[in-house]
């Protein structure tokens, strides 16, 4: 990977890749304002430039050309990229094996900038663990992720769906990352609690998982924790960047929090982008850890900077004990 920064959650979705009119599995009333209204109003006039960034790109390439010309501006030297799997759902109408290799030739087209990992659907079965093996071996997919608890209405733990999944994983010495946080509107949020993470810890103790999001919004004490006690288990903080000031100081608090234990060693900066891309490009929320944590109240050192932006991820995904 190249030397820099490396985000360590993020997504190269393509809105060609969407059905006309996408399936989602809420099924509870609409909230208003929706959760991506919420976010692509609270900074009218970033989300305007947004849409016009992305009403101007005609092709993936340009897509994928944008975001590298972000990370760069971030300082960020690589990323990784979690390719949701949403076929079965029908929110995609492009296979999902097109979409992994459409992802891997933007690797291929960028040397040492992206690490990719492919989100199956437990939902899949057998064949979603050959999808998985598929993606490591003939396309040089790095992990599996991001799973999707709350969209594909599976628990974490289910050891007939979920764990033969993981057992490929510990075949092919991948890591794992698993969404822990339910977003408004979310079917079931109980699918996401963390707690669930602990008995496929127990049960693959030398498999590295990721709580992404770190329990956003009902349970990052649980994540905090549990990557503190529980070898294995990690952390991102994809999810965290709202715009207001209370969840500025909440997120800054864990990053504190965690640099001041074990987990020190465990979490890990991620964007979710370009999911909050309306609200903050990736420059701007670097900044308030890097720069404006001061104004907070809170103070990171280079060591732990290294930490949180780089080091932790390495670990994570080369298998290094916790």
Same mark, same amino acid.
């Given at each position: 990977?190249?030397?820099?920064?490396?985000?360590?959650?993020?997504?190269?979705?393509?809105?060609?890749?969407?059905?006309?009119?996408?399936?989602?599995?809420?099924?509870?009333?609409?909230?208003?304002?929706?959760?991506?209204?919420?976010?692509?109003?609270?900074?009218?006039?970033?989300?305007?430039?947004?849409?016009?960034?992305?009403?101007?790109?005609?092709?993936?390439? *340009?897509?994928?050309?944008?975001?590298?010309?972000?990370?760069?501006?971030?300082?960020?030297?690589?990323?990784?990229?979690?390719?949701?799997?949403?076929?079965? *759902?029908?929110?995609?109408?492009?296979?999902?094996?097109?979409?992994?290799?459409?992802?891997?030739?933007?690797?291929?087209?960028?040397?040492?900038?992206?690490?990719?990992?492919?989100?199956?659907?437990?939902?899949?079965?057998?064949?979603?663990?050959?999808?998985?093996?598929?993606?490591?071996?003939?396309?040089?997919?790095?992990?599996?992720?991001?799973?999707?608890?709350?969209?594909?209405?599976?628990?974490?733990?289910?050891?007939?769906?979920?764990?033969?999944?993981?057992?490929?994983?510990?075949?092919?010495?991948?890591?794992?990352?698993?969404?822990?946080?339910?977003?408004?509107?979310?079917?079931?949020?109980?699918?996401?609690?963390?707690?669930?993470?602990?008995?496929?810890?127990?049960?693959?103790?030398?498999?590295?998982?990721?709580?992404?999001?770190?329990?956003?919004?009902?349970?990052?004490?649980?994540?905090?924790?549990?990557?503190?006690?529980?070898?294995?288990?990690?952390?991102?903080?994809?999810?965290?960047?709202?715009?207001?000031?209370?969840?500025?100081?909440?997120?800054?608090?864990?990053?504190?929090?965690?640099?001041?234990?074990?987990?020190?060693?465990?979490?890990?900066?991620?964007?979710?982008?370009?999911?909050?891309?309306?609200?903050?490009?990736?420059? *701007?929320?670097?900044?308030?850890?890097?720069?404006?944590?001061?104004?907070?109240?809170?103070?990171?050192?280079?060591? *732990?900077?290294?930490?949180?932006?780089?080091?932790?991820?390495?670990?994570?995904?080369?298998?290094?004990?916790?």
């Amino acid at each position: 990977m190249r030397p820099g920064r490396i985000d360590a959650h993020m997504h190269l979705e393509w809105a060609g890749w969407r059905a006309a009119k996408p399936v989602r599995p809420q099924r509870t009333r609409k909230s208003r304002p929706g959760w991506l209204e919420s976010v692509a109003t609270a900074r009218p006039e970033r989300a305007a430039e947004y849409r016009r960034l992305v009403s101007s790109l005609k092709s993936y390439d *340009e897509y994928a050309d944008a975001f590298v010309r972000e990370m760069d501006e971030a300082g960020i030297g690589a990323a990784c990229v979690h390719a949701m799997d949403r076929e079965l *759902e029908g929110y995609y109408r492009v296979p999902y094996w097109d979409i992994l290799q459409q992802i891997a030739k933007v690797r291929d087209r960028y040397p040492d900038r992206f690490v990719l990992f492919c989100g199956i659907d437990p939902r899949r079965g057998a064949r979603g663990v050959e999808l998985l093996e598929r993606a490591v071996k003939e396309l040089g997919y790095r992990g599996m992720g991001e799973m999707l608890p709350h969209y594909h209405l599976f628990s974490p733990d289910d050891a007939r769906v979920v764990y033969p999944l993981y057992r490929k994983c510990m075949e092919l010495n991948i890591p794992v990352s698993t969404n822990t946080s339910s977003i408004p509107g979310a079917a079931i949020a109980k699918v996401c609690d963390p707690m669930l993470l602990e008995a496929v810890n127990f049960d693959f103790p030398d498999l590295n998982i990721c709580l992404s999001s770190a329990g956003l919004p009902y349970w990052f004490e649980t994540a905090l924790m549990f990557a503190t006690q529980k070898p294995g288990l990690y952390i991102d903080t994809a999810d965290w960047q709202a715009v207001d000031e209370y969840n500025i100081r909440l997120y800054l608090q864990l990053l504190r929090r965690a640099m001041d234990s074990a987990c020190r060693y465990k979490i890990m900066y991620g964007s979710d982008n370009p999911v909050y891309r309306a609200m903050y490009n990736q420059k *701007e929320w670097i900044d308030i850890v890097v720069n404006d944590a001061p104004k907070y109240g809170f103070q990171f050192t280079s060591e *732990e900077l290294d930490l949180y932006f780089r080091r932790n991820f390495e670990d994570f995904l080369n298998g290094v004990p916790a």
